[in-house]
């Protein structure tokens, strides 16, 4: 389950790729029987059409981009975003399938299961990207998405020539999502604390070798994050309950005033861009 203060930081890159590992073994290969939506409005109202495009189709696979979700098929693709609070469940008990609740936006029925969309808040997307406009890469809201941070496309290098000049503090710059892709506001926080970088360094100033550092800490804290998401994928898939996010032991997040667990100094919470920062004054400089 999430605290509270993570609410408006959820769902985070692991996330979206942990929920699509719990989705994609049951909706690869398979027919969509019929499609449910019974709440159009989300940030973009769910495309009228989506029930034509996609009913007797089949979904070939499930890949993601940055926290987009691209369910492809013969025609095109579904595009899903789970915004703050969006969830995607695979229910397989037909005969006692829940009855639908109020925020439960869109069901996707198989023969066997059905994939239930809901979000309370309804800042999360539902969209259909036909392939007669172009591959999916081109949609408008993934093309100027920055690099995976699993890509052999990011470096420490790439992090330290797109910042050059940059007076933007470090955090904000990881954050801004046109460098590097699932660095949100928990991630960016303990990447920092991985690599030993104060937040608030002015991003142009940081060096090549601590950028060297921080590519690192930002592949190994999202693979822990994926990692600790995978072994409780139950709640993901299957149940019905509320929070299906994972929590990790965060090094920093969350933690203000309580003891750095390196070097005991209380850990401090600050507001850069009206988003919580928290760091050890003593182990990050
Ligand atoms: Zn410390």
């Given amino acids: 389950m999430c605290p509270p203060a993570c609410l408006l930081d959820m769902p985070e890159l692991p996330e979206v790729e942990v929920t699509r590992r719990g989705i994609e073994p049951y909706v690869a290969g398979r027919r969509v029987q019929r499609v449910?939506?019974?709440?159009?409005?989300?940030?973009?109202?769910?495309?009228?059409?989506?029930?034509?495009?996609?009913?007797?189709?089949?979904?070939?696979?499930?890949?993601?981009?940055?926290?987009?979700?691209?369910?492809?098929?013969?025609?095109?693709?579904?595009?899903?975003?789970?915004?703050?609070?969006?969830?995607?469940?695979?229910?397989?008990?037909?005969?006692?399938?829940?009855p639908a609740a109020r925020h439960d936006h869109i069901d996707w029925i198989f023969d066997e299961f059905?994939?239930?969309?809901?979000?309370?808040?309804?800042?999360?997307?539902?969209?259909?990207?036909?392939?007669?406009?172009?591959?999916?890469?081109?949609h408008p809201l993934l093309a100027s998405l920055g690099v995976e941070p699993f890509s052999s496309a990011f470096s420490g290098t790439l992090l330290h020539r797109r910042t050059?000049?940059?007076?933007?503090?470090?955090?904000?710059?990881?954050?801004?999502?046109?460098?590097?892709?699932?660095?949100?506001?928990?991630?960016?926080?303990e990447s920092l604390f991985r690599a030993g970088i104060r937040p608030s360094t002015p991003a142009g100033r940081v060096s090549l070798p601590r950028y060297e550092l921080l590519a690192d800490a930002i592949r190994a804290t999202l693979a822990a994050a994926i990692d600790k998401g995978g072994s409780t994928l139950r709640d993901f898939v299957g149940s019905n309950g509320e929070s299906g996010y994972f929590q990790l032991d965060y090094f920093v997040y969350d933690r203000?005033?309580?003891?750095?667990?390196?070097?005991?100094?209380?850990?401090?919470?600050?507001?850069?861009?009206?988003?919580?920062?928290?760091?050890c004054t003593r182990c990050q400089r």
Avoid at 169 to 182: E, F, N, T
Wanted: proline share 6%.
């Fill in 164 to 189: 050059r000049g940059r007076t933007v503090s470090i955090k904000q710059a990881l954050m801004a999502g046109d460098i590097v892709v699932g660095v949100g506001n928990i991630y960016a926080s």
């Fill in 114 to 138: 059905v994939m239930r969309f809901r979000d309370p808040r309804r800042f999360g997307a539902v969209l259909w990207h036909p392939r007669a406009s172009g591959g999916v890469l081109e």
């Fill in 36 to 98: 449910d939506v019974r709440n159009f409005a989300l940030r973009w109202p769910v495309p009228a059409t989506l029930a034509r495009e996609l009913e007797q189709r089949v979904i070939h696979k499930v890949e993601r981009r940055g926290k987009y979700l691209l369910f492809e098929l013969d025609d095109g693709w579904l595009i899903v975003h789970l915004g703050m609070t969006g969830t995607l469940r695979v229910l397989r008990n037909l005969p006692a399938l829940p």
């Fill in 256 to 279: 203000a005033g309580l003891p750095c667990h390196a070097c005991g100094v209380p850990i401090r919470h600050i507001v850069q861009g009206q988003r919580s920062t928290y760091y």
